[in-house]
């Protein structure tokens, strides 16, 4: 089980997101007010906090949200699960539809540090079923695939 230590969201592509502290995800389409929200694959990004503090221990400088994530989490290594993994949080259903992605090259976390996580750490998820979700709530994996 793991803990969601943040919950961040921009409004437009291409900026860092921002904690916002609690979200509204809406089924099939993601979370309320983000820019990348929608009806595709990639509706919610998860980074593990355990991988961004290794990270932040090489000297990165980076916030919550940095990465573009939606969500960090505590307690779960996401690239070690399986496409189709399910998760619960709450009211929320996730299920896991990419791990990874390719990082564009502006990124400024690549040209401060020569290396950028999100690419190989991050996933994605769509919204099976909706509700709220906010810093301190339980993420637990429901199945995996």
């Not at 990124?107 to 099976?128: H, N, S, W, Y």
Request: charged share 25%.
């Amino acid at each position: 089980m793991g803990k969601v230590i943040a919950t961040c969201t921009s409004e437009i592509k291409g900026v860092q997101k921002k904690n916002v502290h609690q979200v509204c995800l809406i089924e099939d389409y993601g979370i309320e007010g983000d820019a990348h929200a929608g009806k595709w694959h990639r509706q919610v990004s998860l980074l593990s906090y355990d991988r961004i503090q290794e990270f932040r221990a090489r000297g990165a400088k980076v916030e919550d949200g940095a990465f573009g994530e939606n969500l960090v989490v505590e307690g779960i290594d996401f690239k070690t699960l399986p496409i189709g993994t399910k998760f619960k949080c709450n009211d929320v259903v996730l299920e896991l539809t990419q791990i990874g992605k390719e990082c564009h090259h502006g990124c400024a976390i690549f040209q401060a540090m020569g290396d950028c996580i999100m690419p190989r750490e991050g996933v994605f998820t769509k919204v099976l079923h909706g509700g709220v979700i906010k810093e301190g709530d339980n993420l637990e994996i429901l199945e995996e695939a």
